[in-house]
């Protein structure tokens, strides 16, 4: 079991304290994208048209998705403020508040689906690619609402620092969507062959079977009894609209970021198959080693929230440091990986590739991973740095951050690179560089001023000595940003 900050057997804030949290969720994020690497490597197997369609539909709609994400895994933000406030009793119902925002991220989702002919009409791909993309993308939006409860009821489990639960559900949901893309994809272990369509309806039964384990662990013994997960489900509008508050600019980061990158890969499109393919492995090889950062992240942003919650900030920016130096030191060997052997991680794209034009794909890959080593150092401050941020309650700046460089430095220079000057995918990259390089610098800067310190997303409790049966919280204006 998880050792809970504040263990007198490891030093609170530090390197042992982190990597103890952190160690599941890397275990649990790492998973998540295995799955989407292997699932991009079969559909490469399958088919060039594929592998292109699945990053621009699969992007957009997590895009889409995105902000519902966010908002509901904010989630886990209050719970480790509750948790370390000692406010228990408020844990179970910000988590339902988390649940219905999924609710309503579900029906937007689902109003997706009739108008996707007509938005991959407008971005101009291969007629061969677009209609890969129209299926990948209907069956992705159906099927959101389980993938966005997750975020919230894994919130609740991360937030309390039981992330050996998170770890083995995450696990659990991606051995089976494996299992199933292998399946439907090609056709194998008595499924029938689908394709693309195969590969989206494993990514939904794996959202599912997450929701369901999370659903059945809160319902049972302790956790229900001391965090009243069942008796909260009541809808509360003082706890929803605190929760949109402070989860919303987090959840519109979440998509504004995506939606950069989105438009990124949208226009790279019109530059060919081979650009688009080729920019879409580049991406998925990145995840692979990015994805582990954000488990570190999430370990930040929940020590933070918790040592915040507790009054605790110097311990607070202890966890941070703990974080970014543990980042970087796997992130400067990785983009080392990328420059000096990348066939380690294109080999398995290139192997059981019929494509003619994958040789070409391949040398392109190459390249570009070059870019990706330079962008990935600063990535490290990105991530560390803004989870920090956000675990405190500064979500609003991290959400002004992305909107302005997210326009300024990656979408409308990319556009106007390829769309106007006629420049070709190497531009492009240049831009995606600038941009991630300058957001980890932005975020490094405003943890520095300190703001964060003096921030908190949840109420204060009343003065002792308040008549009432349960003690009541009263909201403090001086915590907001």
Known sequence: MTRRAGDSRIREGGYAEVLTLALPLILSTSSWAVQHF??????????????AAAMPAGMLNFTLMSFFVGTAGYVSTFVAQYDGAGMHHRVGPVTWQGLYVSVVGGLVLLAMVPPADVI?????HEEAVRANEVVYFRYLCAGSFPAIASAA???LFTGLGRTVTVMWITVSATA???????????GRIGLP???????ALATVASGVFSMASYASLMSFGALRKRYAVLEGWRFDPELFKRLVRFGAPSGIQFFLDMAGFACFVLIVGRLGTVSLAATNIAFNINTIAFMPMIGVGIAVSVL??????????????RSTYAGFAITSAYMITVAALYVFFPSIFTAPFAHGSQAE?????????KTLLRFVAVYSVFDTMNVVFSSALKGAGDTRFVMIAIVLLSAGVLVVPTFVMIAVLGMGVLAAWVTATAYVSLLGLVFYMRFLAGKWRSMKVIERPCAR?????????????????
């Open 38 to 51: 292997v699932d991009r490597m079969f559909l490469a197997w399958y088919s060039p048209q594929a592998i």
């Open 120 to 124: 991959f009409a407008m971005v101009g």
């Open 153 to 155: 009821l894994s919130g």
């Open 176 to 186: 089976l969507n494996l299992v199933l893309d292998y399946g439907m994809i090609f």
């Open 193 to 199: 062959e689908m394709g693309i369509k195969g590969a």
């Open 304 to 317: 933070v929230g918790r040592y915040i919650g507790g009054g605790r900030p110097d311990v607070a920016q």
């Open 357 to 365: 034009l994958f040789p070409q794909i391949e040398n392109l890959t």
């Open 465 to 481: 000595g308040h008549i009432a049966t349960v003690l009541p919280e009263c909201p403090d204006s001086a915590i907001e940003p």
